[in-house]
């Protein structure tokens, strides 16, 4: 593993971010099944 203490900070950003994006994909995901469960319909601005 690296000793470079800008290497570890810079992984750990890497990391940190990697986790945030996965987060926000899996929130998105979560909303997008609540709204269509209640309102029986695509959430507005989900035109796919």
């Known amino acids: 593993m690296p000793q470079n203490d800008?290497?570890?900070?810079?992984m750990w950003m890497?990391?940190?971010a990697g986790i945030e994006a996965?987060?926000?994909i899996a929130a998105?995901?979560?909303a997008v099944l609540v709204w269509r469960r209640v309102y029986g319909?695509?959430?507005?601005?989900?035109?796919?």
Do not use: N, Q, Y
């Open 22 to 24: 996965l987060a926000s």
């Open 6 to 10: 800008v290497v570890k900070r810079l």
């Open 28 to 30: 998105v995901r979560l």
């Open 14 to 16: 890497g990391f940190i």
């Open 41 to 48: 319909e695509d959430p507005p601005g989900m035109d796919l």
